[in-house]
């Protein structure tokens, strides 16, 4: 069994891919546009996709290390949501960390600093600019 996180992003899919490719490295591994669904009647809402929302994203799938994440607009009505969650990434080593929170903080919102804990030489959380909560930390 595997579990795997999905995030709408509500129309902002293809932004955020490309911000974490330059945030985080991450490799897209698969992207599928609401126009290339090959059976339109059978998508979730059960009807053809708007002629507005033909180019945005149906389904992606991205790697982030070890990790595949999975992400769509969802039906792209602006209103993001990320909540009751954060997605925690293991850094290195702290210039790791500290290199992945700054870029994470680009147009997002410091929630807990990084810095030392009594757990952690680095731990920190950060909501980035689509809301998705983020936690860095460096293993002891």
Known sequence: MKIQPYLFFEG????????YKSA????????MRFKDNPEPQAS????????????KVMHAA????ESDIMASDGRCSGQTAHQGFSLSITAANE???DR???NLTDGGQVQMPLAKTFF??????VADRFGVSWMVIVAP
């Open 100 to 102: 992945l929170f700054t």
């Open 12 to 19: 902002r899919c293809e932004e955020a891919l490309e911000f």
């Open 120 to 125: 952690s030489p680095r731990f920190g959380i």
């Open 62 to 65: 991205f790697r982030i290390g």
């Open 44 to 55: 979730p809402e059960g009807c053809t996709t708007p002629p507005e929302l033909e180019n």
């Open 24 to 31: 985080l490295g991450a490799e897209i591994t698969m992207l």
């Open 95 to 97: 210039l790791e960390a």
